[in-house]
């Protein structure tokens, strides 16, 4: 069960590859569930730049290993990846990567979504978007319902 | 001693992300927040932590604790 | 969208790069969901040495193009990529790779995990398992209401 | 000139895995079965496909379909 934070670009296909490599799980895992965030040059209409990730260093490392140790709880998990972006990023360069490994496809399935779904409500992270106009502004959960559903 | 911490667009209304306070006496996380904030309400949405938990705004704070104050989170 | 049946092994993540990169979504896709099933050395209780996977060739592509089109107008999905395994399988190869892209992370999500439902339910591909002792039997529905949820 | 296919275990069963049949009547799917297998029902939870589109056995057969027999699908 692994957190990394990375305040550089990261492809996610590498990460997952360099992790599974030094799994000694051959033959016991079934099914894989993996979702990528990536960043796009639009956000609620308008057109985006670039972003800036702020975090609670510490605390997004806390929860997130909180939420995994709660999906271990409902799932049988067999082992889990994530991987998240902070600092300055580019439209179309990756934000988080969620990977579950488990022997059922309902478990890594549903262990991914969760994983997911708590990261976006509970872990420390705030968006600063820079539009193309040159304007900031915080990404929020309150002005548009639809920002809570995007990525 | 406690540590007060603010991120996102809170920290930039505040114009500070960190300071540090003695408290001599018992504290909630919401009457922290007035005693170095008197003239600004915590707003509204505000999420607070201690030592990197999530905790209510009636949560006690001791000596030692590291108190933060954010916005609601937009990671993923 | 492309659906590929390979008659020797593939590397899930390579798939995906090569899909990906030759994609014209720079900047327009917010999240991609992925379901790799892999083959394990263990099935209802027993050990599996190797596993040959059968289909009906023309049927299966036909069926997968069905899915997908239902799946497009069931959610925005940008773009989406099924590699499935044909032949002889070893534990620890892939079997299949599902991955879709889109803009929000629900759809991607949620048509993944739907294309793979589907795929299970009505792609013609069946298995037949070598176990440990050398004896193969046909991998059943019916047997173990398990097997319906591997995977 | 109809082709039958048969899949799987099915396909060791009979001990073929294609087969061409002149039509003379209307057959469904299932009569069919019985022309070329007297001797063997149909086994329970067969699937039926007609040119690779999954039909019912009663679906009516004509000339030139492929007409294909398996057990319940395990890919995936």
Known sequence: ?151 | MITLRYFASLRETLGRSTEQLEIFELHTVLSVWRLVNPDFSLPENTLTAVNMDYVPQSHLVKNGDEVAFFPPVTGG
């Not at chain 1, 800036?52 to 709880?73: C, F, N, P, R, V």
């Not at chain 1, 994530?82 to 549903?110: M, Q, T």
């Open chain 1, 1 to 151: 069960m692994t957190v990394k934070i990375c305040d550089t670009a990261f492809d996610p296909f590498v990460e997952i590859q360099n992790f599974q490599n030094q799994l000694t799980l051959e033959g016991k895992f079934g099914a894989t569930s993996v979702f990528i965030g990536t960043m796009r040059d639009f956000n609620n209409g308008d057109d985006v730049q670039a972003m800036t990730l702020e975090h609670y260093d510490g605390m997004t490392q806390k929860q997130l290993t909180q939420i995994i140790a709660t999906a271990k709880i409902k799932w049988q998990i067999l082992d889990c990846l994530i991987v998240h972006r902070v600092g300055k990023i580019l439209p179309n360069e990756p934000i988080v990567l969620v990977a579950v490994w488990s022997a059922h496809r309902d478990e890594a399935f549903e262990a991914c979504r969760y994983l997911m779904e708590e990261l976006k409500e509970n872990a420390p992270f705030w968006k600063l978007e820079t539009l193309a106009t040159n304007e900031t502004r915080w990404v929020s959960k309150h002005i548009n319902q639809e920002i809570a559903h995007d990525k």
